[in-house]
């Protein structure tokens, strides 16, 4: 079975500065898909950014922006310019191509932007 | 809204009650699934139904009984829980089992077993 694992349960940053979120996984496939989501205190989970692990190139949405490491299994998480808004637990998760395919997700990263 | 919403927003129960989660969706997706968040700990799936079949069923105790009526709609009867119980029940739906797509998800309901 496949594993996410997000070794750091918080981390803080300025508002306006760079912070990267860690993200390892297990597993044995070689096609797959990776995730990150934000949990804000609403508690509805919001996706932040897609990877398709048959692509090399890392995937970007504005702010948010991946470093994919396949053969490390590495999948981190940069926030440039952060904002205040960004604060929230962010969550790590994998999604096989098999079986029932459903997602996986590590234990999470709370984020605190500091004024 | 997110297109995904469930109700009660937040749920008491006694332990010897008998309550229901709903979850509904309009994006014409075909997959939903139950997941359980309790603090400290990864989410766990509970359920996944695909065109209103369960296709996976993680071990979940039979305290907890899931229905899909419908592609729309999905709920979570509750009967008999224990206090570890108490947790954020998300629910979430995607166009179908596979794919590239993320899920969408609701905001949760908060139970509290007392």
């Known amino acids: 079975a496949q594993t996410v694992t997000q070794s750091q349960p918080e981390m803080s940053v300025q508002e306006a500065e760079t912070v990267t979120l860690s993200c390892t996984y297990d597993?044995?496939?070689?096609?797959?898909?990776l995730f990150w989501y934000k949990q804000p205190p609403s508690r509805q989970m919001i996706l932040v950014i897609r990877q398709e692990a048959y692509k090399q190139q890392n995937a970007t949405e504005n702010r948010f922006s991946v470093n994919f490491q396949k053969a490390a299994k590495s999948f981190s998480l940069k926030i440039s310019d952060s904002q205040l808004g960004d604060a929230a637990m962010y969550f790590c998760a994998y999604r096989s191509l098999y079986g029932a395919q459903k997602l996986v997700f590590g234990q999470g990263t709370r984020l605190t932007i500091n004024p | 809204e997110t297109g995904v919403t469930q109700t009660p927003r937040h749920l008491v129960m006694g332990m010897t009650n008998k309550k229901s989660l709903k979850c509904e969706q309009h994006l014409g997706h075909n997959a939903m699934y139950w997941y359980k968040q309790s603090a400290k700990k990864p989410l766990e799936l509970m359920f996944v139904?695909?065109?209103?079949?369960?296709?996976e069923n993680n071990s979940v105790p039979s305290r907890f009984s899931p229905e899909c009526p419908n592609s729309s709609h999905l709920f979570l009867h509750l009967h008999t829980l224990q206090p570890e119980d108490s947790a954020l029940y998300l629910c979430a739906s995607s166009q179908d089992i596979g794919g590239p797509g993320g899920y969408t998800f609701g905001s949760g309901t908060r139970l509290t077993v007392v």
């Open positions: 139904y695909s065109l209103e079949e369960r296709v």
């Open positions: 597993t044995s496939e070689s096609d797959y898909y």
